[in-house]
């Protein structure tokens, strides 16, 4: 292997990133995992009345209080069942920390730029905006959530709207 | 507390103070300053001067004046920053330095550096202002006394050294220590005055310098006489020369006792001062309160354990010693709590010390004259509290100098005392801390707030108590002065006084009486960060009410409840009519009892306004560490935060006057719908 190509792989492998994997139905998803604090079991969760459907509530997160989001409701997945399967991915973001329901967390996929396309324009339950693109690895295709976006946006009611968070 | 404690805030504030000037002189872009900067610097040397100046410390006082000055002119651009004007300035901040460390050790701080830095100062300001400032005065006397040179005059003379009313002990200690200055002539006298006659070259400051440590300087009289003047001094006592026979007796023995022990005083204080400087260190409020939490965690574990290990014990016997661990445990856990609040804690001293000034203020304003007298100052509360309180305090105080009490004529008429009193107190009772504002001036006088209420619109009664006749001057807009004059009449009201402390979680009373005075008593809890509530069940879910938010509790009758307007229902409570809001409607919970007659009413209060809460259980009460919801998640109408149950789970605190305006807008928005099992209730007689 000569020089050239060698330093070109360093290169790419410096510009890839890893994602965490999880599945939503039969649908692939993938979040930065450097966004991800922890994955935990999905059990007591307090409702907050008056809130929107996809927000389930909050738990105590080692003392903690922490907003659960279901993300197969907000994306209006037919069937949301909660069991010993189901998992909250914990994430840091814009300071906060939220935990998102998935129907399970397959595995932790490296990128390079090459595999990350483009998201076309699309969707009315998942704005463009919020996908970093799409992932396509052999016949797989996960779609890349820009999960600080998705989860600061006015429309998931996680933060006020006055605060400028 | 006393002026040493005050030192000792003004070395740390002066400390802080130069680090940022420093840190700003350093940040300094020189051809282009930062306007904020050069304030922030200018401020900073402001404010060490004026805290130089209340605690003497003329040297740092008038260094810090002649920099102020040049920064003054800087900050103004009058005078154009030149990389050796920074570092000069630069040095200027490491003599203040140095000043103060001087002053921190009771030194006496570096004359000679001083001197230097000031005309280097004035040079500056004369080469690049083109004017001289303020001559600094004459090098000031060093505060502290060093080794001062004893004034030696050549010349012998003689004192005549009079002890006023100087017990037999402490005179013969004294006697000595002059033998030690001078040849003692003559000695006379009784304890009401002893006279010696010394000879010597001392001078009468020494002489005082050294007395002093055993009796008061107005004890001591000292006259210079010339040695030609007769021996037996005019104001000859005129006893017989006693001198006590002890003197001579201990004299080799005691002699040199005195000096000894003045150095060990010396010595002594230096330790001290040290041993002050490290006994404190300075911790941010974010480091306390990460503790706090922590602590927090390990209560809710700790309970959670106590819940499973007692459940173990209902299976099997039980343990001893996992019961000893476990009640061990518990005790450890609370004691860490209690000292770990205790560092929140701060003395009441830190805001009656601003009151002095106030009522001075206030008292002069007004032209009365008032005595103001606090007590309680060491008692501890939350430093956020602390903070809150201040100004409802201020408030209160500025209202009972202009409303309670009288014109020194009008007292004086009235048989009282010219001057009136005011007392601020502060003390903990059970929980709370209660702070009270007292004056002994006019009162309130219950038939004309009536009257006036009755001006403004308010639904009174002539049978209400006279406590409730009080709150009334806490409603918005009320107010009973004859004129609005320049200290109440502006600023806060008195309804947002009630209001701040109720968001403290407090309340405010008053008692009075007319001709005699007022009492406000304002009733807070010791933190913020722990509640006592009491936990209540709707459905499956668990809520927890402030305690003190909860009047009463009852079970309701069908014949006590009216239906309004259609969808509204009131209950009667006594003679009262409470609007009742479900908690299970407003929260949309689940599974909840619908039928209000097997449900509890809880009669809360909150803002002034009261209602009955329907709820399903009444669990029981508690203390719970409060969790801010708008950390992770954002502000949620009706809850007002969270709290960790002994099982882990989160329970929601609920915000009183939060969910009945929730309520109101859920009904407006046809949320809460004429629901069928109202129907039952009777219609509202018209009365």
Same mark, same amino acid.
């Given at each position: 292997m000569s020089q050239a190509t060698n330093g070109a792989v360093l290169a790419a492998e410096a510009e890839s990133r890893e994602f965490l994997v999880f599945s939503l139905g039969e649908e692939e998803y993938a979040i930065d995992i450097l966004k991800v604090q922890e994955i935990r079991g999905y059990e007591n969760v307090t409702r907050i009345a008056n809130a929107p459907d996809f927000i389930k509530g909050v738990t105590n997160l080692r003392g903690v209080i922490v907003p659960i989001v279901d993300l197969r409701i907000k994306f209006h997945l037919e069937s949301v069942e909660y069991g010993g399967q189901t998992v909250v991915i914990v994430v840091n973001v814009a300071d906060r920390v939220v935990g998102i329901v998935v129907d399970g967390v397959s595995d932790v996929m490296t990128l390079t730029p090459d595999q990350i396309k483009p998201a076309p324009e699309f969707g009315v339950t998942l704005s463009s905006d919020f996908l970093s693109g799409l992932g396509s690895l052999d016949d797989r295709m996960l779609v890349l959530v820009d999960i600080d976006k998705l989860l600061t946006s006015e429309e998931m009611a996680l933060v006020d709207s006055t605060s400028n968070r | 507390m006393d002026i040493a404690d005050f030192f000792d805030t003004f070395f740390e504030e002066a400390e802080e103070l130069l680090a940022d000037m420093e840190q700003h002189l350093l940040e300094l872009d020189i051809d282009n300053p930062d306007g904020e900067q050069l304030n922030a610097i200018f401020r900073a040397a402001h404010s060490i001067k004026g805290g130089a100046g209340t605690f003497g410390f003329s040297v740092l006082q008038k260094t810090t004046h002649i920099f102020e000055n040049l920064l003054d002119h800087a900050r103004k651009g009058e005078l154009t920053l030149r990389a050796d004007l920074v570092d000069t300035f630069l040095e200027t901040k490491d003599i203040m330095h140095e000043q103060l460390d001087a002053y921190r050790n009771e030194e006496a701080p570096d004359q000679e550096a001083y001197e230097r830095i000031c005309q280097t100062l004035q040079q500056i300001a004369l080469e690049e202002i083109g004017q001289t400032l303020e001559a600094p005065a004459a090098p000031p006397a060093p505060l502290f006394k060093t080794e001062e040179p004893s004034a030696s005059s050549a010349s012998e003379h003689q004192l005549v050294v009079a002890l006023l009313n100087v017990s037999e002990k402490d005179r013969t200690l004294l006697v000595e220590e002059l033998e030690q200055l001078g040849e003692i002539q003559t000695q006379s006298g009784d304890d009401k005055r002893y006279e010696v006659i010394l000879n010597g070259d001392s001078s009468a400051d020494d002489i005082e310098a050294v007395m002093c440590f055993i009796i008061e300087p107005e004890q001591i009289?000292?006259?210079?006489?010339?040695?030609?003047?007769?021996?037996?001094?005019?104001?000859?006592?005129?006893?017989?020369? &006693?001198?006590?026979? #002890?003197? @001579?007796?201990?004299?080799?023995?005691?002699?040199?006792?005195?000096?000894?022990?003045?150095?060990?005083?010396?010595?002594?204080?230096?330790?001290?001062?040290?041993?002050?400087?490290?006994?404190?260190?300075?911790?941010?409020?974010?480091?306390?309160?990460?503790?706090?939490?922590?602590?927090? /965690?390990?209560?809710?574990?700790?309970?959670?354990?106590?819940?499973?290990?007692?459940?173990?014990?209902?299976?099997?016997?039980?343990?001893?010693?996992?019961?000893?661990?476990?009640?061990?445990?518990?005790?450890?856990?609370?004691?860490l709590q209690e #000292?770990?609040?205790?560092?929140?804690?701060?003395?009441? /001293?830190?805001?009656?010390?601003?009151?002095?000034?106030?009522?001075?203020? &206030?008292?002069?304003?007004?032209?009365?004259?008032?005595?103001?007298v606090t007590e309680g100052k060491s008692t501890e509360l939350d430093k956020s509290l602390v903070e809150r309180i201040t100004d409802p305090l201020t408030h209160l105080v500025r209202n009972s100098l202009d409303h309670g009490i009288e014109m020194p004529d009008k007292r004086e008429a009235l048989g009282k005392p010219r001057t009136g009193k005011l007392t601020l107190s502060a003390r903990h009772q059970g929980g709370n801390i209660l702070i009270e504002v007292r004056d002994d001036g006019a009162g309130m006088d219950r038939e004309r707030l009536l009257a006036k209420a009755r001006e403004n619109g308010l639904n009174v009664s002539d049978t209400m108590t006279d406590e409730e006749v009080y709150q009334l001057i806490f409603a918005p807009g009320f107010s009973t002065a004859e004129a609005v004059t320049d200290v109440s009449g502006r600023g806060v009201g008195m309804d947002v006084v009630k209001r701040n402390i109720q968001g403290m979680g407090g309340r @405010?009373?008053?008692?009075?009486?007319?001709? /005699? +005075?007022?009492?406000?008593?304002?009733?807070?809890?010791?933190?913020?960060?722990?509640?006592? +509530?009491?936990?209540?069940?709707? +459905?499956?879910?668990?809520?927890?009410?402030?305690?003190?938010?909860?009047?009463?509790?009852?079970?309701?009758?069908?014949?006590?409840?009216?239906?309004?307007? +259609?969808?509204?229902?009131?209950?009667?409570?006594?003679?009262?009519?409470?609007?009742?809001i479900a908690i299970h409607e407003v929260l949309d919970v689940e599974n909840a009892i619908t039928d209000p007659t097997r449900s509890i009413a809880v009669i809360v209060q909150g803002e002034g306004r009261r209602y009955a809460m329907l709820v399903d259980e009444l669990i029981g009460q508690q203390q719970v560490v409060v969790k801010n919801l708008e950390d992770n998640y954002r502000k949620v109408p009706g809850i007002s935060a969270a709290t960790i149950l002994g099982d882990g789970s989160v329970a929601l605190i609920l915000d009183i006057t939060g969910l009945h305006r929730l309520s109101r807008v859920k009904k407006e928005a046809g949320k809460i719908i004429n629901n069928q099992h109202y129907s039952f209730y009777k219609e509202a007689e018209p009365s």
């Open positions: - | 009289e000292i006259k210079v006489t010339d040695r030609a003047q007769t021996a037996v001094p005019v104001s000859a006592a005129p006893t017989v020369s &006693t001198p006590p026979a #002890a003197p @001579v007796a201990a004299e080799p023995a005691a002699k040199p006792q005195p000096p000894v022990e003045s150095e060990r005083k010396e010595a002594a204080a230096k330790p001290k001062k040290a041993a002050a400087e490290s006994s404190s260190i300075r911790v941010s409020v974010d480091k306390v309160d990460q503790i706090i939490n922590l602590v927090g /965690e390990l209560i809710i574990t700790q309970s959670m354990l106590d819940q499973t290990v007692s459940d173990l014990e209902d299976q099997s016997v039980g343990n001893s010693s996992l019961q000893n661990g476990m009640s061990l445990l518990q005790r450890n856990a609370r004691d #000292a770990v609040m205790s560092i929140r804690m701060i003395p009441m /001293e830190f805001v009656f010390s601003r009151f002095p000034r106030v009522v001075r203020d &206030t008292a002069g304003k007004l032209g009365k004259e008032i005595e103001l @405010v009373e008053i008692q009075s009486k007319l001709g /005699e +005075g007022t009492n406000t008593r304002i009733v807070l809890p010791l933190t913020l960060a722990i509640l006592d +509530g009491m936990s209540i069940k709707v +459905g499956g879910e668990t809520f927890i009410l402030p305690l003190s938010t909860v009047l009463e509790s009852l079970q309701p009758t069908k014949n006590d409840m009216y239906a309004m307007a +259609g969808d509204d229902v009131v209950l009667k409570v006594r003679d009262e009519y409470l609007p009742v």
